[in-house]
């Protein structure tokens, strides 16, 4: 079972560029959730969508947006590069929301740098 | 809201010595607790888990953990450490409803096993 796959696996962007980062589980779980995690900040939450059809913002949702067309895919959209975005972007699912106490599956993360 | 501390942001260690790592956290409702461990190069994958019940929880690898609730702490143990635990070792919480059963994250401490 692959889980969760991440395309690309690095990518350098400059800025003012756009892109989309891809992100396919084949788990049929119904959360997704985008984090970037930067040193000495851990992981933050840019978006999540709780199921198809639904998105949410997280902590960080500035400057990135998503979709959640089918239950498969949760891609995330970078519409105009900053360098402030260079980060490790990781995609995670889980089964649900509901309570908060499901497991969250990582994805291998995509690194992005943006100049 | 939630918050984690991770105290340590790096802890060396021998191999074959025990380790503590420390968590803390707030939070103004009751919560789920999480410890995620990450290797190079690849993404967070879950060690253990907190939801209820025996405050001394297990998990893969030979780590444990314990929840005290009056010292808002889930420090991370392990009696005797491997080289292949090195790593970079995440504490999260979560609420248990609504908003709040979003995971936060600590900023992660890296653990150095040398011989």
């Known amino acids: 079972t692959a889980g969760i796959t991440q395309a690309p696996t690095s990518q350098i962007l400059a800025a003012g560029r756009s892109m989309t980062l891809r992100c396919t589980q084949d788990?049929?779980?119904?959360?997704m959730y985008w984090y970037r995690q930067d040193l000495g900040l851990g992981l933050r939450l840019i978006h999540y969508?709780?199921?198809?059809?639904?998105?949410g913002k997280g902590e960080v949702p500035d400057g990135y947006s998503v979709s959640r067309a089918n239950t498969d895919d949760f891609p995330l959209t970078l519409a105009s590069a900053v360098p402030s975005q260079t980060s490790v972007y990781f995609c995670?699912?889980?089964?649900?929301?509901?309570?908060?106490?499901?497991?969250?599956?990582f994805g291998p993360g995509t690194r992005l740098t943006v100049l | 809201a939630q918050s984690v501390t991770q105290l340590d942001s790096q802890v060396p260690v021998f191999e074959e010595a025990p380790v503590e790592l420390r968590c803390n956290y707030s939070?103004?409702?009751?919560?789920?607790l999480f410890w995620y461990v990450q290797y190079p190069n690849q993404g967070l994958q879950l060690l253990l888990k907190y939801l209820s019940g025996s405050t001394l929880v297990k998990g893969i690898n030979g780590f444990e953990a314990e929840f005290n609730k009056s010292q808002t702490s889930f420090h991370l143990r392990k009696p005797s450490v491997h080289i292949s635990d090195t790593a970079e070792y995440f504490c999260?919480?979560?609420?248990?409803?609504?908003?709040?059963?979003?995971?936060?994250f600590g900023t992660g401490t890296r653990l150095q096993v040398t011989l």
């Open positions: 969508s709780n199921t198809a059809g639904t998105t």
């Open positions: 999260a919480v979560s609420g248990r409803t609504g908003t709040a059963s979003k995971l936060t």
């Open positions: 939070s103004s409702v009751s919560v789920y």
């Open positions: 788990m049929r779980h119904n959360a």
């Open positions: 995670a699912s889980s089964v649900g929301t509901s309570g908060g106490y499901n497991e969250q599956f």
